[in-house]
């Protein structure tokens, strides 16, 4: 693993969005920042702008709307990036997924690398979920 | 080549400064070509700019003052004849406007003026009425040069200015006959040294501002014309004032002899005479210069075409005022009225700094930054070292040709965008990149390094440690200065991304000879500026302090300048030409994922119900704290208050 | 000797700064409980940062974070070779500014509202930096640091112990800490994204992060220089100053512009010009 690979996979800078969840994916996502858990002692950063972020986490299932903002967004990132989808209605839409206006899943919308199923999942299996995207940058 | 030069005789570099342009201002007024007048112009010009660098090499080459007595007539009388007339148009110019304050003023003028030729003569004239030294040559190079600049122009502004205007007769015979006259007075005023001479110009100065302000002959107009003229009698009169004094206290009226009795004599009774007429001629001085309280002529000056104030705030008109007040510095140092003027100067400059902030017209951010650079100016005077004084004349140089590009390039994006708001040259880089550009350099070249104003700017706030008040209030002064120039060039580079990438602007040649010439005038002396101290500013101060040339050479030069400069040209460069961004490598702003598509160019985001709007940002303008009119109020008032204190001072003072 | 210390400032100086930085994360870490990065941390984000994809919103960018990070290390240059401190306030305010206008130059309701308040932080600082260089000269009789490093004088902080003071104000607004942290933070502060920051991207926010190194450095420089006489002990002032900052980042929120204006103008200013005036005084 050569030196950028390496800074790669220890300076994961994180950019959320929340495509349309009930808020439970959000929540835990953002326990994963408290003392609790302290993402940042893996170098992980939420930093709310694409132009930033090396990591997209999507949670919620698309509607249309949204899809719109999360391509733009997903625009927006400088490469190399991936996505994690968190949650079971960001893999398939989840218990939104016979709604007349959700896209199922967010992965018709960008192209997804990791997902991370549950409902919601726990914050262990969202920073594995991004270390496995991390791993799978490195590898690209 | 030295002798060459040599054998240009004197008289005729003369008559092409002064005269010329005097008896072309006749010659213009009454051609009626286009083609004709535009020849006229870049002629004079040209004869000006060449003859003031041949009075300057000679003075350099032969390190002589020059004293020099013109022949033919009797100078003096005509002088004194055209004194009174120009008092009979003040007072015509009174009636016709109705303005009592005028009129009092003028009649005011007019009797002292009376009293001091044909009252007791005590005292011969020592020297010729013509007296050139450094200080006068630094000023002439500047009208010189920068004032043909304008002048120049001048020609294709002011014939758009007057497409929009519908006249049925073309009122540019006019205007360029007071630019020249205008010219050839001010070159007259700094040529001589003749107390009453200088006066006679200076009033003539009075005169064309009073013609160049009200020429659109608006209403508006014609009411700021009007105020500057009673601001600039009331200097008149102060200066006169000052003239009959020292006359009455039986001293010379030649300020090279005063210069000289002060220099080598140091009596303290002289000094003692002499204080109370300087501080009526600082007075005088400070008006023209716009100083607070008298700052609202040169702001309502605005409404004339730009090329006017161009010319009043760059090489005319104000720096006739601080001119008049370095001219006599050594005169008061060392005295009370020394620290007041170095107060009322360093009080302006805080002061016209922070009124800039809350502004969003461009003509008026440059109007409040003359106010506050003069300021400067006059407090490095009133400072009175000779490293402040060297200070002042770097000011002077370098804030003449900022100035006078600042406002020239606002007058063609007038022009152009039709506007003179800085909210709207929003994104400017785009769309006139050239005109930007050179205005980028243009407030660049008057903030920071490694341009000459700031350089002059620490060799004043290091001379103005020994006054502790002055000091602080030119510390935060400087920081405010920051302030407003970084929001405007802030504005102006404000652009889309994507906006289609940079247009290329077609400027006429005129417009973009003279803003390039001026721009690369504040490089280029900037990248000269020990060269310029050496030869033009500390020969000036030497001459007036009996200094040796350590003493007033500012620390801050003996930085590496060239190292600094070379640093920030090649960080500007590199990724100027060599890291081209490619267009897929261009991403548009960051809205939050709601803009409306990732290669549009506007900044549009979609709202509710699928509508569209436009994202727009604008500049600060702390309009609870920067109330210009409440401002202004206080201003006026202690300003007011400083000018009685320091009448009281100098009366004190013995 | 000189080009030792250019050696030094160029290569040594970021490495430094790039640790105190990462001590800073750890440090805040452990004052909120929680384990907190690696101190390489900041390298690591350089170096991911150096690796990313450009983009960028127009060329003027570029050239802006390239005159910032120029000035930047110029001006640390200049303290290093002991030349003007005056000239050395300047030139970083160019840089400064230069940065501001890159802010600027992007139409983005974040950033332009980043710049602006900027330039207010600019305005906050700059003048308590050019009071404490005028301290200096009130002790010296000149603005170079040679003079000040070569002459026999006491250390200034005995005669300038308001500066100490205003110095860890200008620290604090200069690494955007809290209460300062205004126009941009480290910590995502959502309703201005990263404000004046948020524009730029890969390498150019990577070269704006080493000019913080720099800038901190010479930040620690100026605070050093109140114990001129040995630099050791000026070095462990700095430091302790730093500690401070971040002690003050970690206990305090962040507070308005107008606040911010109003503290540095009447408190540091006010203690500044005491301070200067006591000189003058007792001359
Ligand atoms: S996966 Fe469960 S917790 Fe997450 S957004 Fe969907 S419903 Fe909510």
């Known amino acids: 693993m050569n030196i950028l690979q390496k800074s790669r996979a220890k300076s994961p800078w994180i950019l959320h969005y929340d495509a349309g969840a009930c808020n439970g994916c959000d929540i835990e996502i953002l326990a994963c920042l408290t003392p609790v858990y302290d993402i940042e002692r893996f170098g992980m950063v939420n930093v709310g702008n694409p132009k930033h972020a090396d990591v997209l986490l999507v949670t919620g299932t698309c509607n249309k709307r949204s899809a719109r903002v999360l391509k733009n967004l997903y625009d927006q990132m400088p490469d190399p990036k991936v996505v994690v989808a968190v949650g079971a209605c960001a893999l398939s839409g989840g218990i939104f997924h016979e709604c007349y206006n959700v896209l199922q899943g967010v992965d018709g919308t960008v192209p997804v690398d990791v997902y991370v199923p549950g409902c919601a999942p726990r914050p262990e299996a969202i920073m594995e979920g991004v270390m496995m995207a991390l791993e799978k940058m490195n590898k690209r | ?654 | 000797m000189e080009i030792i210390n250019i050696f030094f400032v160029i290569v040594i100086a970021p490495v430094i700064g790039g640790l105190l930085f990462g001590l800073d994360r750890k440090l805040t870490a452990r004052l909120q409980k929680r384990m907190g990065p690696p101190i390489l941390q900041p390298f690591y984000d350089l170096f991911k940062l150096f690796g990313k994809g450009r983009i960028a919103s127009n060329q003027f960018q570029l050239i802006s974070v390239s005159v910032y990070i120029a000035c930047t290390i110029l001006s640390l240059i200049l303290l290093a070779t002991g030349q003007d401190l005056l000239v050395l306030l300047f030139v970083l305010a160019l840089g400064h500014i230069m940065l501001i206008l890159g802010g600027f130059s992007v139409r983005s309701p974040y950033s332009q509202i980043g710049s602006q308040r900027e330039i207010l932080q600019l305005m906050a600082y700059e003048p308590l930096l050019v009071f404490m260089v005028i301290g200096t000269y009130l002790k010296t009789g000149s603005f170079l640091v040679s003079n000040l490093m070569t002459g026999s004088y006491k250390p200034l902080l005995i005669s300038l112990p308001a500066f100490l003071l205003t110095q860890i104000i200008v620290m604090a607004i200069k690494l955007h800490k809290s209460p300062f942290d205004i126009s941009a933070s480290h910590h995502a502060h959502q309703e201005l994204v990263r404000g004046i920051y948020t524009e730029f991207s890969g390498a150019q926010l990577a070269l704006i992060e080493m000019a913080h190194w720099y800038e901190l450095i010479l930040l620690m420089g100026f605070i050093a220089l109140l114990w001129q006489t040995n630099l050791v002990i000026g070095g462990l002032i700095a430091f302790a100053c730093f500690l401070a900052v971040i002690l003050l980042d970690n206990i305090s929120a962040r507070l308005t512009w107008k606040w911010m204006i109003r503290f540095a103008w009447s408190f540091g200013v006010g203690i500044s010009v005491a301070n200067l005036a006591a000189i003058y005084i007792l001359r």
């Open chain 2, 1 to 654: 080549m030295s002798n060459l030069i040599y054998y240009v005789p004197l008289s005729i570099i003369l008559v092409a400064l002064i005269l010329a342009p005097l008896v072309f201002a006749f010659v213009i007024s009454i051609v009626r070509s286009d083609y004709l007048r535009s020849l006229i112009i870049i002629m004079i010009a040209a004869v000006l700019a060449i003859s003031s660098l041949i009075l300057f090499a000679r003075v350099t080459i032969t390190h002589q003052i020059i004293h020099y007595a013109p022949g033919l007539i009797d100078w003096n009388l005509l002088v004194t004849i055209a004194d009174f007339g120009l008092m009979a148009m003040f007072i015509r110019m009174g009636v016709r406007r109705k303005s009592a304050l005028i009129l009092v003023f003028a009649v005011i003028q007019t009797i002292i003026l009376a009293w001091v030729e044909f009252g007791p003569k005590h005292t011969e004239m020592a020297y010729p009425p013509i007296f050139i030294d450094w200080l006068s040559i630094v000023m002439t190079l500047i009208v010189s040069i920068v004032g043909s600049v304008v002048a120049i122009y001048s020609l294709p502004y002011m014939r758009e200015h007057e497409r929009h205007q519908n006249l049925t007769i073309s009122k540019q015979p006019q205007f360029f006959r007071t630019l020249l006259l205008f010219l050839g007075a001010m070159n007259g005023m700094v040529l001589s040294g003749n107390l009453l001479w200088i006066y006679f110009f200076w009033e003539i100065t009075t005169l064309c501002s009073f013609c160049l302000i009200s020429h659109d002959e608006t209403e508006e107009s014609l009411r700021n014309a009007t105020r500057a003229l009673w601001m600039n009698m009331v200097g008149g009169v102060g200066f006169i004032t000052g003239i009959a004094l020292i006359q009455f206290n039986k001293l010379p009226m030649d300020a090279s002899r005063l210069l000289e009795l002060v220099r080598t004599g140091n009596e303290a009774h002289i000094i003692a005479l002499l204080i109370l007429p300087m501080a009526c001629l600082c007075f005088a001085g400070f008006t023209k210069a716009a100083q607070m309280p008298f700052q609202s002529w040169l702001l309502g000056a605005m409404v004339a075409p730009t090329p006017v104030s161009a010319l009043l705030h760059s090489s005319t008109m104000v720096k006739a005022g601080v001119y008049l007040i370095i001219r006599f510095a050594p005169i008061f140092r060392h005295t009370a009225l020394s620290e007041m003027v170095a107060i009322v100067g360093a009080f302006s400059f805080i002061t016209g700094a922070m009124l800039a902030i809350g502004q969003s017209n461009a003509k008026k951010v440059l109007a409040y930054s003359t106010i506050s650079n003069l300021g400067l100016i006059i407090a490095c005077a009133g400072l009175n070292t000779p490293l402040a004084l060297a200070a002042a004349v770097m000011l002077i140089i370098f804030h003449a040709v900022s100035k006078g590009l600042l406002f020239m390039a606002t007058g063609v994006v007038d022009q152009s965008i039709h506007s003179k708001d800085i909210e709207d040259m929003q994104g400017l880089w785009a769309r006139m990149p050239l005109t930007s550009l050179i205005m980028v350099i243009g407030i660049l070249s008057m903030l920071l390094p490694p341009f000459g104003v700031l350089i002059a700017k620490l060799a004043a706030i290091e001379s103005s440690i020994q006054n502790p008040l002055v000091m602080v209030m030119l510390v935060i002064g400087s920081t405010l200065t920051v302030v407003f120039w970084t929001k405007w060039m802030g504005r102006m580079l404000a652009t889309n991304p994507q906006a289609d990438g940079r247009k290329r602007e077609n400027l006429p040649a005129l417009y973009a000879g003279t803003l390039a010439f001026l721009a690369c005038g504040a490089v280029i002396l900037s990248l000269f500026i020990k060269p310029i101290l050496e030869n033009l500013v500390l020969p000036a101060v030497a001459n007036y302090y009996n200094v040796a040339g350590m003493e007033m050479t500012p620390t801050v030069l003996s930085a590496p300048w060239l190292m600094i400069f070379l640093v920030i040209a090649l960080s500007v460069l590199a990724p100027t030409f060599f890291n081209h961004l490619r267009s897929s490598q261009i991403k548009p702003a960051y809205l939050c994922g709601e803009q409306i598509s990732s290669r549009a160019a506007t900044a549009q985001f979609l709202t509710v119900a699928d509508g569209t709007a436009e994202m727009t940002v604008r500049s600060y303008y702390f309009e609870k704290v920067t109330d210009e009119s409440f401002h202004v109020k206080w201003v006026t008032i202690v300003a007011t208050l400083l000018i009685v204190i320091l009448f009281g001072a100098v009366y004190l003072w013995k």
